[in-house]
């Protein structure tokens, strides 16, 4: 089990309570354990105990658990734990949680849910889930605080005593009668200022806000480029709907880098946790491009193929096809990664490609010398003839250059084109730097050995 600050209980002496049914005792044992960690004991415990230690849970601490759980875990509660429960645990969280919960079930038995959850706190969740998937509007909580311009601090600070305990208290939000977001106002601004300051004399009038339909990565981005706890999200005309906080921010950064390997890797990432998927959906996101790939690596065949005659005369040169098309693949792989990420931080794009691409190839050219000098040693070693050796020492650089110009174009054209770099890079830029690796290498052993 990974290092926590706190002492955690271990897997196998939670499964002895359990066996031995000393489950008062283990409730006993979960008190002092957050909420997230009893989430991932959970999911490393078998089904049956994870439910059963869900069970003895207070509804508190349980909803905050059931926010925390891996796929497999939630899949086991919702099919076995009392669909009443869950809809009182579901009241528990913040609403947008709640959203996010329900939107990964299938319609009925989110209904079926939502139908068992407080009228008022059941059409919170609706209005939310009715906005586009990967919007401000899925992720925002309504849970925010609305001022007045005209109320003075002591009047703002006895109206927070009377509204209990909001989601986003670090900002405080100014609306005129209209529902208008006008401005602003730090908590720690207002406590620290006299009684009868008024709110519009301490209000930062410009505020930073998004529009509901935002998408959710470049939410992300506005939150991480300017630091905010939270940002507030408004309709059409300006009024204020809700606020988006930074843990939600996490959860969308987790979410888009998990897309961005699961894309890097030749397949459309899953719309929902693995453990839900169908075994038919998790094919019908793979299946597009592995055929393609398929496809595309048949060119390394063709490449052979048409070169076989120069493999007859000198069967030598086969020893070193996988040495030149692994080293391009390589070489492309670490470019690609640096350019994904350049651009995912926009410091590279279509205006600067050149300057990337320079600057790529210059590394590119250094790592093939370097590369060429020892696929020169090994042939000679290998007793090929200092002919195969000069070709592989050849090739080398060249299919080096060449992958890493493959590498620093493709994701920066694609990016522009308004395409996931991530989608068409990885798997796919190794078949094309694989197929014309070897033709590089075929021609100038063609060339150099005067076949």
């Known amino acids: 089990m990974e290092e926590s600050f706190i002492n955690l209980p271990e897997i196998e002496m939670i499964e002895a309570f359990y066996q031995q049914g000393r489950m008062a005792e283990l409730g006993q044992l979960l008190a002092e354990v957050h909420p997230a960690d009893i989430a991932d004991l959970m999911d490393q415990l078998e089904p049956d105990v994870a439910v059963a230690l869900f069970s003895i849970l207070s509804n508190e601490i349980a909803s905050e658990v059931l926010d925390e759980t891996g796929s497999l875990v939630r899949s ?34 989110s209904e079926r849910l939502l139908s068992l959850m407080e009228p008022d706190e059941a059409d919170e969740v609706r209005e939310l889930l009715g906005y586009e998937e990967e919007s401000a509007g899925r992720l925002m909580t309504r849970d925010v605080v609305s001022l007045r311009r005209q109320w003075t601090a002591a009047e703002t600070i006895d109206f927070l005593r009377t509204i209990g305990d909001a989601e986003t208290l670090h900002y405080l939000y100014v609306v005129d009668r209209d529902e208008k977001l006008i401005g602003v106002v730090p908590l720690r601004k207002l406590v620290i200022c006299p009684a009868d300051t008024l709110v519009e004399e301490i209000m930062n009038a410009d505020v930073l806000a998004v529009p509901v339909t935002i998408d959710q990565e470049e939410l992300a981005e506005i939150v991480a480029r300017y630091d905010y706890f939270a940002i507030p999200v408004v309709d059409e005309i300006g009024r204020l709907l809700g606020a988006v906080t930074v843990d939600d921010v996490l959860d969308i950064y987790e979410e888009e880098f998990t897309e961005d390997i699961q894309r890097m890797g030749g397949a459309e990432p899953l719309a929902q946790p693995y453990f839900s998927a169908t075994l038919g959906q998790v094919v019908g996101k793979r299946i597009g491009w592995l055929l393609l790939l398929f496809i595309a690596a048949t060119l390394t065949g063709t490449v052979t193929r048409y070169f076989s005659d120069v493999l007859d005369k000198v069967i030598t040169l086969a020893i070193f096809i996988p ?3 692994g080293t391009g693949g390589n070489a492309g792989s670490q470019t690609v990664a640096t350019i994904i990420r350049a651009i995912t931080l926009d410091q590279v794009r279509l205006s600067n ?11 590119g050219l250094l790592l093939g010398l370097v590369m060429s000098l020892v696929g020169f040693v090994r042939a000679i070693f290998w007793d090929t003839g200092a002919d195969i ?6 090739t080398l650089p060249i299919v080096v250059i060449w992958a890493t110009t493959v590498a620093t174009l493709v994701p920066i054209l694609a990016d522009r084109l308004k395409i996931d ?17 070897l033709l590089i290498y075929f021609s100038l052993a063609r060339r150099i050995l005067g076949l």
């Open 76 to 109: 086991e509660l919702v099919d076995r734990v009392d669909e009443e429960r869950l809809a009182d645990l579901l009241e528990e969280l913040p609403m947008d949680d709640a959203a996010e919960f329900l939107e990964d079930l299938d319609d009925p038995t």
């Open 323 to 325: 040495l030149i098309i």
């Open 353 to 363: 490609l050149w300057q990337a691409w320079r600057r790529e190839v210059s590394a």
């Open 389 to 394: 050796a000069l070709v592989v020492a050849l």
């Open 421 to 437: 770099p991530a989608v068409i890079s990885g798997p796919m830029i190794t078949t094309i730097v694989d197929a014309t690796g």
